[in-house]
């Protein structure tokens, strides 16, 4: 059995480990962190699973602008311990980061990721035509999720940390 949970200020050392293993210490050149720069992850959507006390998943989010306007969120990075994949982790805390987010009254989710996986979330590349990241991503990858209708609607431009 495994729980969802809040990160607390004591898992950051494990998730960072989690995340060099699942992404490599490389990631930090990624676009994906250019929108991080030195904001600090939005803590009510930052969520870890634990089974039998080892931390198996971790997803994170960022508040971001678009064309200066703070209306998005940016998800990630979701990390998945190699040992504990294929069990709905990832899936999981998605769904339930969504779900917490649309409570929490926030309109739109950017992502920079696998758009086959990210698709069945309700992420699509045409909701982030009209949007251009600070410096290139892998082709395809850049998505978007309304979480309330319209929610991008008029939002174009540049999207950048806040």
Known sequence: MF???LEQPG??????K???QSFEPARRQRTAYC?????PPLAELCFIIRQRGLLCASIRYWRVMIDGRPPALLLGPLAVRKICRGHGFGKT???HSLACATDLGHEAVLVIGDA???QQF???RSLAVEL??????????FLACELVAGGLSGRLGAVSAT
């Not at 251009?132 to 990858?141: F, N, V």
Request: hydrophobic share 35%; aromatic share 8%.
């Open 35 to 39: 929108l991080r720069a030195d904001n």
């Open 132 to 141: 251009t990241l600070p410096k290139p991503a892998t082709s395809g990858a």
């Open 116 to 118: 086959d996986y990210y």
């Open 93 to 95: 805390l998605v769904s």
């Open 122 to 124: 309700g992420f699509s």
């Open 18 to 20: 989690l995340l060099d």
């Open 3 to 5: 729980q969802v949970t």
């Open 11 to 16: 898992d950051g050392p494990n998730i960072e």
